[in-house]
């Protein structure tokens, strides 16, 4: 847990515990737990009918568990609903609903409106809207109706409404589906300016190449069990040196104070740094051990096969 500056832990931005969901004699949520601290990213996936939609439609408060709870900013999203999502933006139901016959503006305008009426809503003024509309790349766009809007457009104005009033905690129901490759990359920077100025993102996605790039963690959601929680920070700070003997690289990198984890892959050693300006250090102990080295490079960490292997073993 992070520590605020008082010295106080800060609380999660999201905290879900023991969570359960049922349809009928149907289980669709197991006992999942999950914790997102302000200014992380972090990306849900699984296949399909695993309980996405499900967990997102539920941390939200939009649909009730059947045991557990989850708590936004240390607020009830089921008993204290209003005061815990003062400071929520949501896409669920992805595209959003808007009004056909409204503008993009219009549109945007009701949902300021709304968000004002919440308890402790601040004014929106039509300077934000014209932000946002900017921001989604939707300013063309501003002044027609969202029935002429194409599926990527309005995929786009429900970012733009979830974003509208600055949210600590955002939640994204596959926001980069229909949309195409500069569309995504858009998303992809918003989300990450918004997670640096302190926001929580929780966003569902089946594109694990584009997540890996961004989000900071990856739970594994199947058959309704999150099984795995995954630290993309941590797998990628490694690196691996191609070397005529792995395994006494290993032993010479086990040895330096800011190695981490270590292990061969021959005709690699791999270690954990904890940053590129690591390497030229361990290749001088290396050197220095009689280690010869031919080469030095990141290894990226594979999520989708890393991701097949989990829901394979599931
Ligand atoms: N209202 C409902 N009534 C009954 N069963 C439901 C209901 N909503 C969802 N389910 C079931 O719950 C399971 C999880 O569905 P959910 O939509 O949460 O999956 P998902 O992971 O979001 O899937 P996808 O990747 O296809 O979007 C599915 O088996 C689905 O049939």
């Not at 929106?124 to 002044?143: F, K, N, S, Y």
Request: glycine share 10%.
């Amino acid at each position: 847990m992070t520590a605020t500056k008082q010295g106080a832990p800060a609380l999660p931005a999201v905290e879900v515990r023991g969570l359960y969901k049922k349809y009928g004699s149907s289980a669709v949520l197991e006992d999942v737990h999950m914790t997102v601290k302000a200014g992380e990213v972090y990306a849900l996936t699984g296949p399909n009918g695993a309980g996405k939609t499900t967990l997102i439609r539920t941390m939200t408060g939009l649909a009730f568990p059947t045991d557990g709870e989850v708590r936004l900013l240390g607020r009830d999203v089921h008993t204290d609903g209003p005061r815990a999502r003062a400071y929520l933006g949501a896409v669920v139901e992805a595209p959003a609903k808007f009004y056909p016959q409204l503008t993009g503006t219009q549109n945007l305008q009701v949902h300021a409106n709304l968000s004002t009426m919440a308890p402790g809503g601040r004014k929106i003024g039509r300077d934000r809207l014209r932000e946002v509309m900017a921001l989604l790349e939707l300013t063309r766009m501003a002044d027609r109706k969202v029935q002429e809007y194409s599926l990527g457009q309005r995929q786009r104005l429900g970012v733009a409404s979830a974003i509208l009033a600055d949210p600590k905690v955002l939640i994204l129901d596959e926001p980069t589906s229909g949309l195409d490759p500069l569309g995504i990359g858009l998303i992809h920077r918003i989300v990450t300016s918004l997670a640096t100025s302190g926001c929580a993102v929780i966003l569902s996605t089946h594109h694990l190449r584009e997540i890996a790039t961004y989000a900071h963690t990856v739970g594994i959601l199947t058959g309704g069990r999150l099984v795995d929680t995954v630290d993309l920070r941590s797998r990628q700070a490694a690196y691996r040196f191609r070397v005529d003997d792995p395994v006494a690289a290993a032993t010479v990198l086990e040895r330096l104070p800011f190695v981490r984890k270590v292990s061969t892959r021959t005709p690699y050693a791999i270690a954990h740094l904890g940053g590129e300006s690591r390497v030229p250090d361990a290749l001088a102990h290396l050197g220095a051990e009689g280690i010869r080295v031919f080469e030095a490079s990141p290894d990226h960490f594979d999520l989708y096969e890393y991701y097949r292997e989990r829901v394979e073993q599931a």
